[in-house]
């Protein structure tokens, strides 16, 4: 068994020292496995990043109260008098100053200019009721003020202000018909909010002629474990035919109907790339086998087995695909990890992300390429180990 | 005793290469026999079978049918590992073109044999060192093959076919790619194997005054040997 070791150790390091001198073929196969891989995490950056922003919204502790059926908020409606039943229901918390903690909001659809495009894209205008901003996390203005109730202001989200024009703080925009001013800039941790521009409820409704609904409630409960009194209080009540689900819950469901697209759509390309750098890889490989016929030959007619000569050609191959993996995720990270994006969510309105790679993302990457090396190792690893050994000896 | 138990017996041998539709009787029920200590010359033109012949004797090529014994043990019926290890511990090889690995060392490319039995790597250093005094390149052990002449590049093959200790040497044109002067090295240190260490050498050479180095030297002609005593 050490010999058989000592053969496959000598065998594999005769290989890969040899590689410089096929040193072209072998970077052309490491350069397809690369860009199969920059494809793939570009991809799965992008849902991950979308997944990140979308699923790290949301709160166990707040509920989110829709029309019963609806999957988001732009299809859905709430009643004034619903919203009255559910300040009075079961498990909402409350302020010190006995105020339930809810936050009725309207959610509508405005235009906004993108700076790398000048295209047009839906936005979100966002209208508040006054706890709107406490029920989220890590809300904070970042320049100018917070807008005041009663008033034409708008607040606007970080992400969005970087990716679209028009919305610097004191400018004032034009929405349909009606004008606004941007008095603030706000971050919320990154999370979608920063992809939102708030104003106060009660205008917006009014200048927008929704006076009496709203699309969403937003309620903090009294602990996680209240969602379901909140649910079933909503159930037994035929007066509200509303759907409640934990704020996080939701996002998670926003999040992964977009992330699963990109991912469906990234998955399919890498793997037709993949199918093309497996037949470079063979190439590679065979031309390999075909340059040291002479040498596995001769090391076979010394005495070496042919499992040696498999497992060498196997482990150049899967050297290079290792590289060309490794070289891909550098460079996927290089260009794409933390690139701003957007794209339309669930709500058909633009969510601004950030592409972002994670270990386990480069990981996958790099399985990729080492599936890659594997099987345009495997053919060409078994042709070495059964070169006959007179046609090596005699084929240079 | 060496008659009758001779280094190499081939009985009956024959051997047929198909080519598309047509088949070419190399050997048709050959026999030979090569007595232990021996040096044979393998002469004939081109395509009559001297390196078909070493092939069969050095188990990397098979029979059609017939009998090939080498030091009284047949190799004609092993499997294709069991030739591995039988050629490992018994031939040596010398190849025309030296067929070193171009990116070991001389001592890594002599060391290759030696991986393949239960020595310790500082016995394999010792034998490696031994094999490549005997063959005059002890000072050239980190050279790599591009930085050593031909006749220096045949010269680690010969260490690396002995270092092994194997009973027989089997030569396929050896001098074929050197100048003479070289070739004479090489066929001198070929002898010196021969004469003190008793190496049995088969030697396949188009090459007469290669030839004058052997013992004998065995012509081939339509599948049949035809021996010459040589004077000296």
């Not at chain 1, 349909?176 to 919320?188: N, S």
């Not at chain 1, 200048?207 to 602990?223: C, D, E, K, P, S």
């Not at chain 1, 509303?242 to 977009?258: C, G, H, R, W």
Request: overall charge neutral; glycine content about 10%; hydrophobic content about 45%.
């Amino acid at each position: 068994m050490r010999s058989l070791w000592l053969q496959v150790a000598a065998v594999t390091a005769i290989n890969l020292k040899s590689i410089s001198q096929r040193r072209w073929l072998s970077l052309s196969t490491v350069i397809a496995i690369a860009l199969v891989v920059i494809v793939l995490l570009a991809f799965l950056a992008m849902a991950n990043g979308f997944q990140r922003t979308i699923a790290g919204s949301g709160a166990d502790d707040i509920a989110i109260v829709l029309r019963a059926g609806s999957q988001a908020e732009i299809n859905s409606t709430v009643s004034r008098d619903q919203v009255r039943l559910i300040e009075d229901g079961p498990g909402i918390a409350r302020g010190s100053d006995g105020k339930p903690l809810i936050s009725p909001e309207l959610y509508l659809v405005v235009d906004g200019i993108k700076r790398t495009t000048k295209t047009k894209a839906n936005l979100p205008l966002r209208g508040i009721g006054e706890q709107g901003s406490e029920l989220r996390k890590d809300v904070r203005i970042t320049a100018g003020r917070m807008f005041n109730r009663g008033s034409n202001e708008v607040v606007v989200g970080k992400a969005l202000l970087r990716e679209f024009e028009g919305l610097d703080l004191g400018s004032t925009v034009s929405f349909g018909a009606t004008r606004w001013t941007v008095v603030g800039v706000f971050e919320a941790g990154g999370s979608v909010f920063e992809s939102e521009i708030w104003a106060d409820l009660s205008v917006v409704q009014s200048l927008f002629n929704r006076n009496n609904i709203v699309q969403i409630v937003r309620a903090r409960l009294t602990g996680p474990a209240a969602l379901n009194e909140l649910k079933s209080y909503s159930d037994n009540d035929p007066r509200l035919k509303l759907d409640v689900k934990s704020e996080a819950s939701y996002f998670a469901e926003q999040a992964s109907q977009t992330s699963d697209l990109i991912q469906k759509l990234g998955w399919p390309l890498a793997i037709a790339m993949a199918l093309g750098a497996v037949a470079g890889a063979l190439n590679t490989m065979y031309s390999s086998v075909a340059a040291r016929a002479t040498e596995i030959a001769t090391l076979r007619a010394i005495g070496f087995g042919g499992f040696p000569a498999f497992v060498g050609t196997l482990a150049e191959s899967l050297l290079l695909a290792a590289i060309g993996g490794l070289l891909g995720a550098a460079a996927t990270y290089l260009i794409f990890d933390g690139v701003t994006a957007s794209t339309l969510g669930g709500n058909f309105t633009q969510v601004v992300f950030d592409f972002k790679l994670s270990p386990w993302l480069i990981a996958e990457g790099v399985m990729l390429a080492l599936i890659v090396g594997l099987i345009g190792g495997l053919f060409p690893a078994l042709r070495a180990a059964r070169l006959p050994i007179v046609e090596g000896l005699y084929a240079n | 005793m060496t008659a009758e138990h001779p280094m190499v017996r081939l009985t009956g041998v024959s051997k047929r290469f198909t080519k598309g539709k047509e088949t070419i009787s190399i050997f048709d029920h050959l026999d030979l026999a090569i007595p232990r200590g021996d040096f044979v010359a393998v002469m004939g033109p081109s395509g009559s079978g001297k390196t078909t012949l070493l092939n069969l004797l050095g188990g990397i090529d098979r029979v059609d049918a017939g009998e090939i014994a080498v030091a009284d043990h047949r190799i004609d019926g092993l499997s294709e590992g069991e030739l591995a290890a039988w050629r490992a511990a018994n031939i040596g090889f010398i190849f025309q073109f030296y067929n070193l690995m171009p990116m070991l060392t001389a001592a890594q490319n002599v060391e290759l044999p030696l991986l393949l039995t239960k020595l310790r790597s500082k016995e394999r250093a010792e034998r490696v060192h031994t094999a490549l005094s005997v063959v005059g390149l002890a000072d050239r052990v980190k050279h790599r093959p591009r930085e050593m002449s031909g006749g220096q590049q045949q010269r680690v093959a010969i260490a690396r076919a002995i270092v092994s200790d194997p009973n027989l040497l089997l030569c396929d044109e050896p001098t074929g790619d050197l100048d003479r002067q070289s070739a004479d090295e090489i066929l001198s240190i070929l002898q010196l194997l021969n004469g003190e260490l008793g190496k049995t050498i088969v030697m396949v050479t188009h090459d007469p005054a290669a030839a004058n180095y052997a013992k004998r030297v065995l012509h081939l002609d339509k599948g049949r040997f035809v021996e010459r005593e040589l004077a000296a």
